[in-house]
């Protein structure tokens, strides 16, 4: 519950966190990074759980972006060319908006 509160996840007047479905990515400066809400008939996966905390630090280190299934070990995408001269600086043929790499 000190999570909880910390983060005002549940009202204050709450005496039990059993209403809370979701679960929070909290990075080490105590940032949330990701919410995923789970209905109460749906059980969680504790393998995409571990995914999305992955991709999280994997994105984060390698400033890049994971794509839709992404899983460790796979390509990841570039961030799309911000300016007019890093667009020129593109190789022939290379799209500015969709750019994969390997980490």
Not at 13 to 35: C, F, K, L, M, Q
Not at 79 to 94: K, N, V, Y
């Amino acid at each position: 519950m000190v999570i909880v509160r910390a983060y005002d996840m549940l009202d204050a007047s709450s005496e039990n966190s059993g209403t809370v479905r979701a679960t929070y990515a909290i990075d080490p400066e105590g940032i949330i990074r990701a919410i995923v809400w789970y209905p109460m008939n749906v059980g969680r996966s504790v393998e995409e759980l571990l995914r999305l905390v992955e991709a999280l630090q994997t994105s984060e280190r390698e400033c890049a972006l994971t794509p839709e299934g992404w899983h460790p070990g796979d390509a990841l995408v570039e961030p799309a060319a911000i300016s007019l001269d890093e667009t020129e600086q593109l190789a022939e043929g290379q799209s500015w908006y969709y750019r994969k790499r390997r980490a």
